[in-house]
């Protein structure tokens, strides 16, 4: 089992900045690729970005290219996800989770967090 818990969410203005960790428990942490998902109000829970169990593949959602980027650190048993230039449209419940691969597919991830809210207002 591998718990995880998501905090940094908030509330801020558009174009601010905000950065997102999760930090895992329980079985090693590097043995697993990361992925950020999120829900929007209303609509259906979608990738954000995916990173390599060693950090060093990245795969992002188009509409977050050039503006979010994720990391982790292996040794803290932590992955980020760091958020620039935020809109509305961004506004969601940020989910991390832990799988074998990092795909963008929600299937391909055993152990998910409870999320934390993200709004940003106009």
């Known amino acids: 089992q591998v718990q ?3 905090s940094g969410g908030g509330l801020l203005q558009a174009g601010g900045s905000l950065r997102l960790s999760c930090a895992a428990s329980g079985r090693t942490f590097s043995n697993y ?3 950020w998902f999120r829900q929007p109000p209303g609509k259906e829970r979608e990738f954000v970005a995916a990173v390599s169990r060693g950090g060093g593949g990245k795969l992002y959602a188009d509409s977050v290219k050039g503006r ?3 990391s982790r650190d292996n ?4 992955v980020y996800l ?6 509305p449209e961004d506004t969601a419940v940020y989910y991390c989770a832990a799988g074998r691969n990092y795909v963008t597919t929600m299937p391909s991830y055993d152990y998910w967090g409870q999320g ?4 940003v207002s106009s």
Request: glycine share 4%; net charge positive.
């Open 82 to 87: 760091q958020m620039n230039s935020l809109k």
């Open 33 to 35: 690729a990361m992925g």
């Open 4 to 6: 995880l818990v998501e």
């Open 116 to 119: 934390t809210q993200v709004t």
């Open 68 to 70: 979010f980027t994720i």
């Open 75 to 78: 040794a803290k048993n932590t």
